[in-house]
């Protein structure tokens, strides 16, 4: 187990909907990422926040926005939910930006929308 | 670009070795990754190479780096019905820590 918890395992929305994800890091990781992983697909990046701040997005729309807070829990939030974004979802904590900064990832939140 | 390329689909026979190959195109990434997905699962960190390393020995796990095609791949010894699941290969992207993943070769392993 890495350490990385997220919420809830499993949701069902309808289209238009908002939702939000959570993720609490491993313990002493200052640094989260959130993936998205379509069905059959590998994970894409939506973006990474270190310290409470943004530090890098994906080629993800406005409508995905997130949150890191002080104890370094992360929310990701989703507005207007498409049937496209039935996927699931995963962050990932790492203890920094370095380049020998590993990514351990939570068992993720697996979206359905309809 | 960011591209990472691997076969889909492997299967072998328990106890034999295991071989996943992966295509990436940044020839600046610093470190490379597997993971390994089980069904309904995150993805679990098997090993990384850093990228002036030609080869990496992890108890069954051996990572291979050829820089200049970049070419990444990992063996398993005496692969185990265990080992049944999806290997994502992942290059390290930019300048802050994105994973660039491929799509995931899924390993099917039979007696």
């Known amino acids: 187990e890495t350490g990385v918890t997220q919420s809830p395992t499993h949701l069902i929305k309808t289209r238009g909907q908002q939702v939000t994800l959570r993720c609490s890091s491993q313990s002493g990781h200052n640094t989260v990422s959130w993936y998205q992983q379509a069905l059959g697909q590998g994970p894409q990046f939506i973006f990474q926040y270190y310290r409470e701040e943004e530090n890098g997005r994906g080629n993800f729309p406005p409508r995905f926005s997130g949150l890191q807070f002080p104890n370094y829990s992360s929310e990701l939030n989703v507005n207007a939910l498409e049937l496209d974004d039935s996927a699931l979802y995963l962050c990932?904590?790492?203890?920094?930006?370095?380049?020998?900064?590993?990514?351990?990832f939570g068992p993720g939140t697996r979206l359905l929308v309809l | 670009g960011e591209d990472v390329e691997q076969s889909l689909f492997l299967s072998v026979r328990e106890g034999d070795s295991s071989v996943i190959n992966c295509t990436y195109t940044?020839?600046?990434?610093?470190?490379l990754y597997w993971y390994k997905q089980e069904p309904g699962a995150g993805l679990q960190l098997l090993t990384y190479?850093?990228?002036?390393?030609d080869m990496k020995q992890d108890q069954r796990l051996t990572v291979l780096l050829n820089k200049k095609d970049k070419h990444l791949s990992l063996r398993i010894a005496d692969t185990q019905t265990g080992d049944s699941a999806i290997y994502f290969c992942?290059?390290?992207?930019?300048?802050?820590?994105?994973?660039?993943f491929g799509a995931g070769t899924r390993l099917a392993v039979h007696p």
């Open positions: 992942a290059e390290r992207y930019g300048g802050y820590n994105k994973l660039i």
């Open positions: 990932a904590s790492s203890s920094g930006l370095g380049d020998q900064e590993t990514q351990y």
């Open positions: 940044d020839s600046s990434s610093t470190y």
């Open positions: 190479i850093f990228s002036n390393m």
